[in-house]
């Protein structure tokens, strides 16, 4: 206690013991630390938040208690008198163990007669205590649960209500209250709050199955039945919703047969666009081949002029005009292909192209599935330039594949990846990245017949749709110019929004690439890496940075919060581990990003790595996040809690930063010089 040198040193050793993935070893650290000085506030609420984490509940609480950072000895709004730099959070306050142990009345009653105290009416004291407001809607929020699982359902409304009306920005608060709307069968309030929550937060996947209900409910059943859909192809795992989805459609024939009465009308109706500029040397540059779908049974394409079909030694099998409709199929390891009169035209067993000599004109394919398994799931028209090949995979189905140059494929891809609204010198550094990586994983795919996949598992590729005349420029200004590094192309990946802090391809991916992380210069931190606790904080906040400049960044991606079933985990996680009774963290990136999770069942554990955390643990935004359990009667988890910062796995370039640094006068070249620090920029053609 009396030697500050030493005392920095154990916690050092304490929050490296928790970065190095050694849980409990941290756990013992800090408890040390606390016996031998219990005033070291970033020692107490570290560990406290470690107890959170692994369910040692009633221990947080007790520690909390001690160390003086609840409600009862401290006003919720006002400074720790330990640090007084430091407001006080929800997320440090003994009562919020008494909420995740399931007890109910007991948080209620250490919350009430501060929410008393609210005042609603004063819109000028809310802008200037924001930070003071946001923690009591959060903890109106908290109340509100509480008083649901206490079976007080307009009291828990009334809190939820209480909640938006200080911060209209809530998602969780308008996702309950549309919940408990719908369970009180006013289904209007119920789509109202719904809708508002996934406006605001997207990735609160769980509103859809009930937004679905609500529609139904209102006897809107073509908008229902188009929900129900969407809500399978974003959380395909949802057997719940896959049976309501399947009664739906046995007591419903007439709507699914008008809606197959339209597609086909549009697909007649629909006409094929061409292309409004192509590139300069295509035929002597790199050509992609981009896998647009795979195992399909069936698709539906449309011409855009004079075609052949050839096979892949060049010999041409069909020819054809424009506007001509095929129905292609796979049938018993065989391509059928169907003219719109239903007659065969062709059968093959090896793979088929569709080319044009004409550059610009296109193939439109209908209906395809983008984005499985993710809250942008949907289907969707598209048009693509170049050469169409359609490649049989035994008992597998139809691989689609786009063979096009490799700037023109990237028309299409920077738009898609970034908004073509943004400032010009973002979008001339996202085609640098871009090119870069197309480069860097060419053949990636090879043994599934492609280079690089069209969706957001390389990059996202809509074709001739995503195209836009500012990204078109933007990758010509860019022309040929790539990042290197010692002689090979960079592999330049982005991600949405870093919350400000980029983390290493190595410690994400175990993968030997020169992409370090990097912090954003406005950010400061008293340790690094972080300690728990100011990891916590700096998650729970919005602190500026170039990740957080309007109108580049939506709330959602740089700052998040999302509450997952423990069921939903069990069915997403692919192995049957029993009844899930503990997530903690185990390993953390110099960012604060999750290396792996220990999932503890009572069937066996679990060890959840990298990437897959967060489809796994119930479609998180990224690995940077912190998790505590809310724990029913019987002391089994019913939830999960995270709060998180960023949206993508955060290796490389921040979009979002690369916007905000473009708008404050950065230049592309500046800015892959931020996020790429160990590459150079190479004009190589």
Known sequence: KDNPAENSINLMTAVSAYYDGDFNESVSLFERIILEDPSNSDAVLSLARLFEESGRLSEAAELLKSGSFSSETNNQNEPDSKDSNRTFSNWEDSALPLFLSGNNKGYVGKTESLIRNITLNSRDDIEQKKSQMDELSEMLFFTGWAYQNSGETDKAIYSFESSIRIKDYFPLSHFALGILYFKNNDFDLSEKHLRTALKQDSNITQARPYLAKTLLAQHRLKEGYSELQRSMAIRPWDRETEDILTVFERNNPAIIKEKEEFTAKKRISSSVPKAISITDGRDSMPQVRVGLAEKLSELFIKTGGDFIIISRSGEQLLKGNNNQIYRIVFNNNYIEIFSSDNEAVLTVSKPVSLVYDNPFLTTLIFDISHSGGYQSAGQEDRAYRGRISFIPFQNNGITIVNTLPLEEYLYSVVPSEMPSSWPEEALAAQAVAARSYTLANMGKYEKRGFDLSGSIHSAFYRGLSGENIKTTAAVEKTRGLVLKHDDSYLNAFYSANSAGRTESAESVWKMNAPIIGVTD??????????????????????????????????????????????????????????????????????????????????????????????????????????????????????????????????????????????????????????YYPLADLINEY
């Open 521 to 674: 210069p406005q950010l400061l931190f008293k340790t690094n890496p972080p300690s728990p606790s100011e990891l916590t904080r700096w998650i729970l906040s919005e602190p500026p940075s170039y990740s957080s400049i309007p109108p580049f960044y939506y709330k959602s991606s740089y700052r998040w919060r999302i509450i997952v079933p423990r069921e939903e985990i069990e069915a997403r996680i692919g192995k049957d581990i029993g009844t899930i009774l503990r997530i903690t963290t185990r390993g953390r990136g110099m960012s604060g990003r999750v290396n792996e999770v220990l999932v503890e069942g009572s069937k066996g554990n679990e060890i959840i790595r990298n990437d897959s955390i967060r489809n796994r643990l119930g479609g998180l935004r990224s690995n940077l996040f912190i998790v505590m359990p809310k724990m029913g009667e019987d002391m089994v988890p019913q939830f999960f809690i995270f709060a998180g910062a960023g949206w993508g796995h955060g290796v490389g370039m921040c979009q979002t930063g690369a916007a905000g640094m473009a708008s404050e006068g950065f230049s592309a070249e500046e800015i892959l010089k931020h």
